[in-house]
C-alpha cells in the first residue's frame, strides 16, 4: 500500500529529481517572497468538509535550467466539499495544502483547520479517488473493459458502484467501490518553500 501511494505522489513531482534542501535566492516578479528555499515536508492526505477558496494561492514549476519556482497564481481556486487535499504543513490556525488531483503543476495555499478532514470514514464520499490495476465496467453489473491505474474524478455514484472519469480525455468507466485506494497510512514527501527572512 506504501508503493502503491508513493507511486501516486510522484505524480505530482513528474520531472523533479528529490532534494533535501535548495537554496534560491532569487526575486520573481510574479511572487512578494524576496528569498527562499525549497525544503522536503512530509504530507498525509486529507479532505474538504465544504466548499472553499484556496488563500493565497501558487504553484512550484520548473524553470528552463531545472531550477524550483514558486510562481504566485493570479487566479482563484475553489475547491469543493469533498475534494482531496495533500496536507503539506500545519499551523496553529490554518494548514497549507496541495490539491490532490488535476493538471500538472497543481495548486497550493492555504485553508483553515475547520475546513479539512482526517476522519478516514469520509473518504468514502471524495470527489476523487485512486485505483490501481483495478477492473473497469462498461456499465454497472457490465462487460469486463480491462485493468486500469490512476487518479480521477467520480462522475457518479450508484451503491457499490462508481463512474470515473481519469485525466487525459478518455471515455469514463465503472469500477467496484472495493479497488478504491486511498493508503492513509503511507509516509509521502512533497518539495515546497520554506521562507527566508
Not at 475546513?115 to 469520509?122: D, G, K, R, V
Not at 465496467?137 to 457490465?142: M, R, T
Not at 486500469?148 to 462522475?155: D, L, Y
Request: with cysteine; glycine share 6%.
Amino acid at each position: 500500500m506504501k508503493k502503491i501511494f508513493i507511486i501516486f505522489l510522484a505524480i505530482f513531482l513528474v520531472g523533479c529529481s528529490p532534494a533535501d534542501k535548495e537554496t534560491a535566492t532569487k526575486k520573481d516578479t510574479n511572487t512578494n517572497i524576496a528569498n527562499y528555499t525549497f525544503s522536503t515536508y512530509n504530507i498525509k492526505l486529507g479532505i474538504a468538509t465544504k466548499d472553499l477558496v484556496l488563500k493565497d494561492p501558487y504553484f512550484i514549476t520548473i524553470d528552463g535550467q531545472n531550477n524550483y519556482v514558486y510562481k504566485k497564481q493570479n487566479s482563484e481556486c475553489k475547491l469543493q466539499k469533498n475534494d482531496l487535499l495533500l496536507v503539506i504543513e500545519e499551523e496553529e490556525e490554518y494548514y497549507r495544502v496541495e490539491v490532490a488531483f488535476g493538471d500538472v503543476p497543481r495548486s497550493r495555499g492555504y485553508v483553515d483547520k475547520d475546513e479539512i478532514s482526517f476522519n478516514e470514514a469520509l473518504f468514502e464520499d471524495a470527489n476523487q479517488v485512486r485505483i490501481e490495476q483495478a477492473m473497469t465496467y462498461d456499465s454497472k453489473n457490465g462487460k469486463e473493459i480491462d485493468l486500469k491505474s490512476g487518479t480521477g474524478s467520480v462522475e457518479e455514484r450508484e451503491g457499490e458502484w462508481i463512474l470515473l472519469q481519469l485525466p487525459g480525455g478518455g471515455s469514463a468507466f465503472w469500477i467496484k467501490t472495493s479497488s478504491l485506494n486511498f493508503n492513509l497510512d503511507a509516509e509521502a514527501e512533497l518539495l515546497d518553500i520554506s521562507i527566508v527572512d
